[in-house]
T-cell receptor, first 115, second 111 residues
Framework: DTGVSQDPRHKITKRGQNVTFRCDPISEHNRLYWYRQTLGQGPEFLTYFQNEAQLEKSRLLSDRFSAERPKGSFSTLEIQRTEQGDSAMYLC?????????????FGPGTRLTVT | KNQVEQSPQSLIILEGKNCTLQCNYTVSPFSNLRWYKQDTGRGPVSLTIMTFSENTKSNGRYTATLDADTKQSSLHITASQLSDSASYICVVTDSWGKLQFGAGTQVVVTP
């Protein structure tokens, strides 16, 4: 399977714990995006990378959230001191170029439940 | 206020019937509009993409229309199948490449 992959697919954690998610984009896609999606809503933009550079962060990305893409390939999203409001599906997407028409290919998502 | 509004929020249709989903947007300046299908627990998958100059695009039993003057789009599903049960999300890209997502229409196809 050469699509976008995310790991884990599901994560249950207790409030206050730290969690880290991984995204592997389609090979040679230089743009990588993170989104958060709550039930019954469309995805909300969190941040994106052009190669290893993090170019934009949403205001939704509080200081408890950090994302990295150290070698311009896979990316990690870490949430520290999780809160119940962090429960959501976290989606990763990648695209091959800077062109506006360039499609974003989404991964299957990581569903986070904070108890 | 969300710049992409979809209706209805949900609908139930009988297998074999047709249905039409609506998307109104205020995103400006406009670059393109995509319809995505999202199965439960999965990431969205692109169905169609239309730019300003395109007013219809088909992908199998899915047909999307775009009226850039009134800023409206529709997605028509013909001869629905059980596998069409999913959330359909309208996504508008502005000229700077920023995506604005609608909340989606949840479609349930019943036998």
């Amino acid at each position: 399977d050469t699509g976008v992959s995310q790991d884990p697919r599901h994560k249950i954690t207790k409030r206050g714990q730290n969690v880290t998610f991984r995204c592997d984009p389609i090979s040679e896609h230089n743009r990588l995006y993170w989104y958060r999606q709550t039930l019954g809503q469309g995805p909300e933009f969190l941040t994106y990378f052009q190669n290893e550079a993090q170019l934009e962060k949403s205001r939704l990305l509080s200081d408890r959230f950090s994302a990295e893409r150290p070698k311009g390939s896979f990316s990690t999203l870490e949430i520290q001191r999780t809160e119940q409001g962090d429960s959501a599906m976290y989606l990763c997407a990648s695209s091959p170029s800077r062109e506006i028409r360039s499609e974003q290919y989404f991964g299957p998502g990581t569903r986070l439940t904070v108890t | 206020k969300n710049q992409v509004e979809q209706s209805p929020q949900s609908l139930i249709i009988l297998e074999g019937k047709n249905c039409t989903l609506q998307c109104n947007y205020t995103v400006s300046p406009f670059s393109n509009l995509r319809w995505y299908k999202q199965d439960t627990g999965r990431g969205p998958v692109s169905l169609t993409i239309m730019t300003f100059s395109e007013n219809t695009k088909s992908n199998g039993r899915y047909t999307a229309t775009l009226d850039a003057d009134t800023k409206q789009s529709s997605l028509h599903i013909t001869a629905s199948q059980l596998s069409d049960s999913a959330s359909y999300i309208c996504v508008v890209t502005d000229s700077w490449g920023k995506l604005q997502f609608g909340a989606g229409t949840q479609v349930v196809v019943t036998p």
